[in-house]
């Protein structure tokens, strides 16, 4: 017998016992942030709680909070992903930048590019698959156009998210999930909620662990410009 | 004779360390406040602890099934599974695979099963370096310590500890009240890890069978980067890990972040489910699941105890004990401290060697009322007091001195008998062992007993006395 059928062997010599719990259906409070300028709201703020940066534009405004953000933080050195139109555009918007800033497309295998990745890039710029409010959370679905370490090694990470894209909480957001891709998940389903953050050093919190140390999260809106 | 120190020393010394108590109080208080403040915000507290628990409750109930199930939807989706009965297989397991890559590094992700099984030690015996990156094991592992608590592993260090460990063992000088320096420090030099390591290892919160799925929580991103940047990923998970569906993530991750660190959700949500497809540009191109028994399918078995499979690994039960607030994790001595550690150790190393962890409880029940997914703590750690107690043999001294109490307690007359006797000889400190003396004053007998008092009042008042 292997080590499995010896320990399938074991677990299977009860019965199944099903312990009586009172069976609750759990029934979470409908959020109150169930319309469009609600969810925004609440996304808005879970988000800023964690210390990301948010920026609200119409979509027309996205080559001059991208310019402002450039300047702002000296983003010289750019990482997009390669492929989609967005790539495309973004591409686009950043060429009309200064001569300084320089973009790098993430359209070839880690290994060639591991040194860039690591050690010369300042800001990443990604899209993603939706918005939790609930939590402030973003989900992304890496892809072969929009790798994983897009969001995790360059020390900013810029989202783009569009006001559409936002759903009330994780329940919502995993169920749009299971009705997209069934049993047959993504590669990776990444839940961003934030910069990378510890409090190991005697329960200090302090930013920029591991992950991105900074979170910058652009909400823009398909309509006419909000407020 | 061995001559590691005993459990009551190791209490003791702790108990003794005015600066230990000191960490662990700010510790678990700032963690205790952020778990009431972050449940605050959930109307129906107990109805999700209610699902949190039906669930693990049915996944530990057909578990046989769903790792089944888990297996082969990982195989289906190119995640390679084995199974490993003791934690010497799985150590024989892992270093197998990072001996076939000629792997020379390997960085760890959290994991507290890796702990369990003692693999650093394993691979370091191997020449492979392995080096923790979440920041409180890499802190807890540059000073040849282990973790003192399952969530925060450096919760007994102050920050002066954290930035004399950097000066004396990294050469960096450090201003204990920059934490952010010391972070930067941490996150350079395990950064340059990351990217030479030839394997990243993990451990698994949740493994979802529907969808052959590993769940990672995290707030720093080691987890994410030791399961992505490595050409291979390994990950570990005890066999209780698994649920059914996707769904059930919802209410297991809200219950986890906010018993375990006050958080409505962590930094990150990392779902695995397959190596670096053909197209893809990053990732691992190998993934491995090495499922880990060590004992479990033993507790599986019992009955009484089974119910320790539902475990979620919060650390709440131990944020919430009287006694580790007060002696934190170290005194253990064992890799699970803490009321869950007392129920988990003597299942899977043995009552032997871990017997005597359930002396460290004063039965106040607390543990129990935190645990978010309703494990009745109490009843599991008095049931495995009372399997120890039974074990001893009846003519134990302990044993002797409970029959004769219950003797004497079953006959009143004699009962009362001895009262007067009590009463009438003085009782002296030296009728007692020093073990009671120590910190308690000898009892003195009341001058009427409570059915002399019952008795005179009844009197008083002209009612027949009743004092059966």
Known sequence: MTARERILKRLNTRQAQQRTTQLET??????????????????????????????????????ETLAKLAKEKALERWLLGYGEDFHASIANILSDFSNSVHVEHFDREIESLKDTLFKHIDVAITQVAAGIAETGTLVLTPSASEPRTLSLIPPIHIAIIQTKQLVPTLNDALKLVEKKYQSTLPTNVLFVSGPSKTADIQQTLAYGAHGPKELIVIIEDEGPSNS | MSTEPTFSERSDAALKSAKLRHSFR????????????????????????????????????????????????????????????????ANTIISGIAIKHGAKLVIKGKSMASEEIHLNQHLESLGIETI???????????????PSHIIMPAIHKSKEDIAELFENKLGIQCDAEDVNGMIAVGRQILREKFYQADIGISGVNFAIAETGTLCLVENEGNGRMSTTVPPVHIAIMGIEKVIPSLHDLAPLQKLLTRSATGQKITTYLNLISRPRQPEEKDGPEEVHLVILDNGRSHIHQDDALQETLSCIRCGACMNHCPVYTKIGGHAYGSTYPGP??????????????????????????????????????????????????????????????????????????????????????RINRWMFPKAWTRSRMPPKPAKRSLHEIWQAQDKERGQKHDGT
């Not at chain 2, 923790?132 to 282990?146: A, C, F, P, R």
């Not at chain 2, 003597?346 to 106040?364: T, V």
């Open chain 2, 340 to 425: 869950i550690g007392q129920v988990v150790m003597p299942q899977i190393e043995g009552m032997e060697k871990h017997g005597d962890l359930l002396e460290a409880c004063s039965l106040n029940g607390a543990c129990g009322e935190a645990c978010p997914v309703n494990i009745e703590l109490p009843r599991l750690i008095r049931t495995l007091r009372d399997r120890k107690q039974n074990s001893k043999g009846r003519l134990s001294t302990e044993n002797g001195l409970w029959h004769a109490w219950s003797f004497t307690n079953q006959r009143p007359r004699l009962y009362r008998t001895l009262l007067r006797v009590l009463r009438l000889s």
């Open chain 2, 132 to 146: 923790e990156s979440d920041m409180g094991e890499y802190i807890v592992q540059l000073d040849h310590e282990t």
């Open chain 2, 26 to 89: 700010g510790a678990m208080d700032f963690l205790r406040q952020k778990r009431r403040d972050a449940v605050a915000d959930i109307d129906d507290l107990e109805s999700l602890r209610a699902q949190g628990e039906r669930i693990r409750a049915d996944a530990v109930a057909r578990l046989p099934e769903l790792l089944e199930q888990l297996e082969s939807n990982c195989v289906r989706n190119g995640i390679n599974v084995h199974w490993a009965e003791s934690g010497t297989d």
């Open chain 1, 26 to 63: 759990y029934q979470p409070r409908k959020p109150e942030h169930q319309n469009k300028a609600e969810l925004i709201k609440r996304f808005v703020s879970e988000l800023e709680l964690h210390q990301a940066s948010v920026i609200q534009i119409s979509q027309s405004q996205r080559k």
